[in-house]
Nanobody
Framework: QVQLVEAGGGLVQAGGSLRLSCAAS????????MGWFRQAPGKERELVAD????????YYADSVKGRFTISGDNAKNTVYLQMNGLKPEDTAVYYC???????????WGQGTQVTVSS
């Protein structure tokens, strides 16, 4: 089991920036990748970005490409999401997640609210 604790959400005006962080503890040696998901009211949870712990390869949803940057610090077992050029449609609860090799994401943080005002 991996425990995940997010920080850094909040209220920001459109065009502003926020940086989310997620610290992992527990069986961190088993982590293959970490990612950020988000869920807006009335919508399904979607993958925003993730990063491979082995080779640093990243993935971004089309809606955030060029605005969000995911990065990780293996030594600290921490993943970050730098969000620039925020839009009202980015408003959601953001969840950090971790997965093991060849497994789906099944370790989740408690979520942090990001609200972007127009």
């Amino acid at each position: 089991q991996v425990q995940l604790v997010e920080a850094g959400g909040g209220l920001v005006q459109a065009g502003g920036s926020l940086r989310l962080s997620c610290a992992a503890s527990g069986r961190t040696f088993s982590i293959s990748a970490m990612g950020w998901f988000r869920q807006a009211p009335g919508k399904e949870r979607e993958l925003v970005a993730d990063i491979s712990w082995s080779n640093g390869r990243t993935y971004y949803a089309d809606s955030v490409k060029g605005r969000f940057t995911i990065s990780g610090d293996n030594a600290k077992n921490t993943v970050y999401l730098q969000m620039n050029g925020l839009k009202p449609e980015d408003t959601a609860v953001y969840y950090c997640a971790a997965r093991q090799r060849s497994s789906p994401y099944d370790d989740w943080g408690q979520g942090t609210q990001v609200t972007v005002s127009s």
